[in-house]
C-alpha cells in the first residue's frame, strides 16, 4: 500500500474544513425518535466517501442481510444495543464495536434491545444514500406504496440487493 496521487497541488494548505455542531437538526428525523444525519454526503467530499449517523428508536428497525456491489459499508456503534449481521450470524454489538464489510459482503443490522441506539455509518466511495433513506422513509410513513417491480428498481438503483 502507498499513498495516493496527491489531488492538492498547493504549498500553502486553504481554509476548507467543515464543521457540524453536535446540536445540527437530523436531516431525516423520524416519530419514533429515530433520525438519519447526514455528516458528510458524497456530494460534499467529492464522491470519496459518506458519514451518517444513524439514530434508532426503541421499536424494533434495520435492515435484513443485503449487500452492494459498487460500495463498501462500515458500522461504529455509538450508544445502545445493535445487532450486526456479518454474513454468517447476527453478533450483538455495543458501543465502540466496528464492523467493516468490503463490496459484496452480505449484512445487515437490527435495533431489537427495546431501546434506543445509536452508530455511524460510514459508504466508500461516496454515493447517493440519501435518497434512498428518503424513499424509506416515504415507505414507511406510508407516502409511497411502491409495487414489486417499482420496490426492484428502487432497490436496484440504490445497489442494496437483498437476500
Known amino acids: ?9 498547493g504549498t500553502g494548505g486553504e481554509v476548507t474544513a467543515r464543521f457540524r455542531p453536535v446540536g445540527t437538526p437530523p ?3 423520524r416519530p419514533d425518535g429515530g433520525a438519519a444525519h447526514y ?3 458524497a456530494a460534499s467530499t467529492d464522491g470519496r466517501f459518506g458519514l451518517y449517523r444513524w439514530d ?9 442481510p443485503h449487500f452492494h456491489r459498487t460500495i463498501s459499508e462500515s458500522f461504529f456503534v455509538l450508544s445502545g444495543e445493535v445487532r450486526l449481521y456479518d454474513g454468517r450470524e447476527w453478533r450483538r454489538s455495543v458501543p465502540g464495536d466496528f464492523a467493516y ?15 434506543p441506539a445509536s452508530m455511524l ?3 466508500a466511495p461516496g454515493a447517493p444514500r440519501e435518497a434512498y ?31
Open 1 to 9: 500500500m502507498s499513498y495516493p496521487a496527491p489531488v492538492y497541488p
Open 27 to 29: 436531516e431525516l428525523p
Open 39 to 41: 455528516l458528510a454526503t
Open 56 to 64: 434508532m428508536g426503541a421499536e424494533p428497525s434495520g435492515p435484513g
Open 101 to 115: 464489510v468490503p463490496e459484496g459482503g452480505v449484512h445487515g443490522f437490527r435495533n431489537e434491545s427495546g431501546a
Open 121 to 123: 455509518i460510514l459508504f
Open 133 to 163: 433513506f428518503e424513499g424509506l422513509v416515504e415507505i414507511a410513513e406510508g407516502r409511497w406504496t411502491p409495487s414489486p417491480e417499482e420496490m426492484r428498481a428502487f432497490l436496484e438503483e440504490h445497489d442494496n440487493i437483498y437476500l
